[in-house]
Protein backbone atom coordinates (compact mmCIF):
# COMPACT_ATOMS: atom_id res chain seq x y z
CA UNK A 1 0.00 0.00 0.00
CA UNK A 2 1.16 3.73 -1.12
CA UNK A 3 1.81 5.98 1.70
CA UNK A 4 -0.64 8.23 0.11
CA UNK A 5 -3.32 5.68 0.53
CA UNK A 6 -2.42 4.46 3.75
CA UNK A 7 -2.86 8.43 4.78
CA UNK A 8 -6.16 8.27 3.70
CA UNK A 9 -7.28 4.77 5.73
CA UNK A 10 -6.00 6.57 8.76
CA UNK A 11 -7.71 9.59 8.03
CA UNK A 12 -10.76 7.68 7.34
CA UNK A 13 -10.37 5.56 10.58
CA UNK A 14 -9.47 8.17 12.85
CA UNK A 15 -13.05 10.51 11.93
CA UNK A 16 -14.94 7.06 12.25
CA UNK A 17 -13.43 7.04 15.79
CA UNK A 18 -14.49 10.49 16.74
CA UNK A 19 -17.71 9.90 14.98
CA UNK A 20 -18.62 6.82 17.24
CA UNK A 21 -18.84 6.77 21.05
CA UNK A 22 -17.67 3.39 21.70
CA UNK A 23 -15.77 0.52 19.77
CA UNK A 24 -14.48 -3.01 20.21
CA UNK A 25 -11.59 -4.84 18.81
CA UNK A 26 -11.94 -8.70 18.25
CA UNK A 27 -10.59 -11.51 16.92
CA UNK A 28 -11.81 -12.98 13.85
CA UNK A 29 -9.13 -15.17 12.41
CA UNK A 30 -10.53 -18.56 11.58
CA UNK A 31 -13.97 -17.33 10.92
CA UNK A 32 -15.12 -19.09 7.36
CA UNK A 33 -16.81 -16.71 4.87
CA UNK A 34 -19.91 -17.55 5.71
CA UNK A 35 -19.81 -16.64 9.57
CA UNK A 36 -18.20 -13.39 8.67
CA UNK A 37 -20.96 -12.29 6.00
CA UNK A 38 -23.11 -13.40 9.27
CA UNK A 39 -21.13 -11.27 11.63
CA UNK A 40 -21.28 -8.17 8.85
CA UNK A 41 -25.40 -8.73 8.77
CA UNK A 42 -26.12 -8.54 12.03
CA UNK A 43 -24.06 -5.63 12.91
CA UNK A 44 -25.38 -4.04 9.86
CA UNK A 45 -28.87 -4.62 11.51
CA UNK A 46 -27.81 -3.77 14.95
CA UNK A 47 -26.50 -0.34 13.32
CA UNK A 48 -22.78 -1.42 14.29
CA UNK A 49 -20.00 -0.70 11.80
CA UNK A 50 -17.55 -3.09 11.23
CA UNK A 51 -14.32 -2.53 9.54
CA UNK A 52 -10.65 -4.72 9.42
CA UNK A 53 -7.97 -2.44 9.25
CA UNK A 54 -4.23 -3.21 10.24
CA UNK A 55 -3.59 -2.71 13.65
CA UNK A 56 -0.62 -0.08 13.10
CA UNK A 57 -3.07 1.72 10.80
CA UNK A 58 -5.56 1.97 13.62
CA UNK A 59 -2.62 2.66 16.56
CA UNK A 60 -1.96 5.82 14.15
CA UNK A 61 -6.04 6.51 13.50
CA UNK A 62 -6.04 6.47 17.44
CA UNK A 63 -3.77 8.56 17.70
CA UNK A 64 -4.77 11.14 15.41
CA UNK A 65 -8.57 11.17 16.80
CA UNK A 66 -9.68 13.84 19.47
CA UNK A 67 -10.23 11.23 21.90
CA UNK A 68 -7.79 10.47 24.45
CA UNK A 69 -7.55 6.61 24.09
CA UNK A 70 -4.20 5.02 26.03
CA UNK A 71 -3.54 1.36 27.19
CA UNK A 72 -5.61 -0.27 23.94
CA UNK A 73 -1.91 -1.40 22.18
CA UNK A 74 -2.22 -5.29 24.24
CA UNK A 75 -5.60 -5.85 22.36
CA UNK A 76 -4.13 -4.78 18.93
CA UNK A 77 -2.11 -7.81 17.98
CA UNK A 78 -2.76 -10.39 15.10
CA UNK A 79 -6.30 -9.99 13.13
CA UNK A 80 -8.63 -7.16 14.31
CA UNK A 81 -11.86 -6.46 13.60
CA UNK A 82 -13.09 -3.05 14.75
CA UNK A 83 -17.03 -2.79 15.77
CA UNK A 84 -18.13 1.05 16.07
CA UNK A 85 -21.24 1.56 17.81
CA UNK A 86 -22.51 4.67 19.93
CA UNK A 87 -24.34 2.42 22.17
CA UNK A 88 -21.51 1.07 24.50
CA UNK A 89 -23.08 -2.56 25.42
CA UNK A 90 -24.97 -3.18 22.02
CA UNK A 91 -21.47 -4.49 20.37
CA UNK A 92 -20.45 -7.25 23.77
CA UNK A 93 -24.60 -8.16 23.65
CA UNK A 94 -24.39 -8.65 19.95
CA UNK A 95 -20.73 -10.98 20.54
CA UNK A 96 -22.31 -12.94 23.04
CA UNK A 97 -25.57 -13.55 21.02
CA UNK A 98 -23.11 -14.47 17.84
CA UNK A 99 -21.14 -16.66 20.07
CA UNK A 100 -24.16 -18.84 21.06
CA UNK A 101 -23.88 -20.42 17.33
CA UNK A 102 -19.87 -20.31 16.73
CA UNK A 103 -16.97 -19.51 18.86
CA UNK A 104 -16.16 -16.93 17.52
CA UNK A 105 -15.17 -13.28 17.51
CA UNK A 106 -12.76 -13.38 20.19
CA UNK A 107 -13.09 -10.36 22.23
CA UNK A 108 -9.88 -8.40 22.71
CA UNK A 109 -10.76 -4.83 23.90
CA UNK A 110 -12.82 -1.95 23.88
CA UNK A 111 -12.91 1.33 24.13
CA UNK A 112 -16.47 2.04 26.28
CA UNK A 113 -17.96 5.16 28.23
CA UNK A 114 -14.11 6.88 27.93
CA UNK A 115 -12.75 3.65 29.50
CA UNK A 116 -10.64 0.65 28.04
CA UNK A 117 -11.42 -2.62 28.97
CA UNK A 118 -8.94 -5.44 27.73
CA UNK A 119 -10.06 -9.41 28.18
CA UNK A 120 -12.17 -11.93 27.36
CA UNK A 121 -13.50 -11.77 31.42
CA UNK A 122 -14.52 -7.78 30.63
CA UNK A 123 -17.11 -8.81 28.17
CA UNK A 124 -19.22 -10.18 30.42
CA UNK A 125 -19.07 -6.45 32.32
CA UNK A 126 -19.67 -4.49 28.83
CA UNK A 127 -22.94 -6.52 28.03
CA UNK A 128 -24.08 -5.52 31.31
CA UNK A 129 -23.80 -1.48 31.14
CA UNK A 130 -27.36 0.31 31.16
CA UNK A 131 -27.85 2.66 28.22
CA UNK A 132 -28.71 6.52 29.17
CA UNK A 133 -32.57 5.29 28.02
CA UNK A 134 -32.28 2.58 30.87
CA UNK A 135 -30.76 4.67 33.59
CA UNK A 136 -33.28 7.40 32.99
CA UNK A 137 -35.94 5.22 33.34
CA UNK A 138 -34.54 3.57 36.21
CA UNK A 139 -34.27 7.15 38.31
CA UNK A 140 -37.81 7.75 36.91
CA UNK A 141 -39.20 4.54 38.34
CA UNK A 142 -37.01 5.17 41.80
CA UNK A 143 -38.54 8.59 42.26
CA UNK A 144 -41.85 7.33 41.34
CA UNK A 145 -42.00 4.93 43.96
CA UNK A 146 -42.17 6.82 47.45
CA UNK A 147 -44.92 8.90 45.58
CA UNK A 148 -47.05 5.69 44.93
CA UNK A 149 -46.30 4.58 48.55
CA UNK A 150 -47.67 7.96 50.41
CA UNK A 151 -50.67 7.85 47.81
CA UNK A 152 -51.57 4.19 48.26
CA UNK A 153 -51.07 4.83 52.37
CA UNK A 154 -53.33 7.46 52.02
CA UNK A 155 -55.38 6.18 50.09
CA UNK A 156 -55.94 2.73 51.97
CA UNK A 157 -56.34 5.06 55.17
CA UNK A 158 -58.94 7.14 54.17
CA UNK A 159 -61.18 3.53 53.27
CA UNK A 160 -60.13 2.49 56.89
CA UNK A 161 -61.40 5.61 58.37
CA UNK A 162 -64.71 5.62 56.41
CA UNK A 163 -65.44 2.39 57.43
CA UNK A 164 -64.89 2.87 60.73
CA UNK A 165 -67.52 5.97 60.35
CA UNK A 166 -69.76 3.30 58.93
CA UNK A 167 -69.54 0.37 61.22
CA UNK A 168 -69.99 3.23 64.20
CA UNK A 169 -73.01 5.24 62.48
CA UNK A 170 -75.04 1.94 62.05
CA UNK A 171 -74.42 0.80 65.73
CA UNK A 172 -76.37 3.14 66.71
Given at each position: ?????????I???????????H?????????N????T????????????????K?????????QS??N?E??????????????S??????????K?F?K????P??????????VYL????L?????????E????D??????????????????G?????G?????????
Amino acid sequence: MKKADKGIVINKVASTIDEYGHFYVTDTTGMNASATTNLRRLCFKSDVKMIVVKNTLFKKAIEQSSKNIEGLDEALKGTSAILFSNVGSLPAKMIKDFRKKATLPIFKGAYVEESVYLGEKQLEALANIKTKEELVGDVIALLQSPIKNVIGALQSGGYTIHGILKTLGEKE
